[in-house]
């Protein structure tokens, strides 16, 4: 059953040798002991540090301790390369055979003192070298994304038509580009003032859309994102959405979802993505059946009557696809999803409202708040 047009109360819920001199002829061998010499005092071992000891070379794996991996059934054996030959040891260094004498050593000194003095009289002396500064590193480049500017909105003709709980929308607005997505739209809009509502981002303006409607605060599924512009979907239609531009509103998140199936007669209560309750229902008659699509809570209502077993009713920003096809009485109402007085759960029965046990409507409104998300699937 449909709601009329009754009041809907507000409501809140990441970095070699040495150069080897040739010996010269007829010179001996220092390690050699010379005649009358005393003998050589064996040299006392020295402790060599552990950071100048190389490492010992790891032994070879025993092939008979490490398991061979299988091959791949049917896969070519792969031909292994033989590991590299051991380096050769390092050539000994080898002891200059020293034929100087000390005084030719002392000459050698002389001389090069006396070079050193000439240079310096001379001033030929190479100068003293001086460290250069290290250049300054170079500022790293910023590179900042390219952004799209964000279309400007068009002034709003001042007679355009407003979005009302009993009224339908104008024609010229977008239809909703994924109706059947189960994706849960967790961000909800609230316009903080009357809105303009935009066929397209920077396009022309269609409808103003309240920040109340009826009484209850608007809260509106965010479905899309574009150069600045979020996409809504709207109330009073089916499957239709708005394009707002930035500014004059705000967002909150919700977490419930509400997933109706027409043939299996079910309504699945899912919060966070994960279903926490299914029940059977009724949905629309085949004269006026429950409009497929995405949707979303507008608000809820105490309706009076029995029938509803005395329980508020969750209505929704559908209504039904033909306005002819329910009671005179009901005409311009949205759909709802409330109780119901019999058990005629399971049927086809009502005029596009959605009728649910009592006990799971009970759970429904103490859980589901403004702006959650409901899909309603064949």
Known sequence: MTLGDQAVAPYTRTVADQAELPPDAGETDPREPRPGAPAAVP???VAV????????????PDPAATPALPEPAGAPAESVAAPPAPAAAP???RHWRSGWRPWALGLAVVAAAGAAAAAVLNGTAAPTPVATPPLPAAPPVAFEPTVAPVPPAARAASDLPTVTYLGRLPAGLPRDP?????????TVV??????????????RARVFLPRAIHGVPVHVPLVRRQTGWIGVLLPSGNRTIGWLPPGGWDTTTVRDQLVIRRKAHTLTWLRDGKARRTWTVSV????????????FVFGRSA??????????????GAVPDDPDSVPAGLRGAHIGIHS??????????????????QAGQRLLLANVTKGSGVLVLP
Do not use: H, I
């Not at 609230?190 to 396009?203: I, M, N």
């Not at 629309?284 to 949707?295: A, D, H, K, N, V």
């Open 43 to 45: 040299a006392e071992p």
């Open 49 to 60: 540090p552990a950071e100048f000891t190389a490492a010992p070379a790891a032994a070879p």
């Open 91 to 93: 050539a000994p260094v």
């Open 178 to 186: 994924a109706p059947m997505s189960p994706t849960l739209l967790t």
């Open 190 to 203: 609230r316009p903080q003032k009357t809105l303009a509502v935009y066929d397209r981002p920077g396009g």
């Open 284 to 295: 629309g008659s085949g004269q006026s059946p429950t409009p497929l699509g995405r949707s």
């Open 303 to 316: 309706l009076p009557g029995e029938v509803y077993a005395g329980l508020d009713v969750l209505a929704l």
């Open 340 to 357: 119901w007085y019999q058990n005629t759960f399971g049927g086809n029965t009502s005029d596009g409202c959605v009728q649910v046990p």
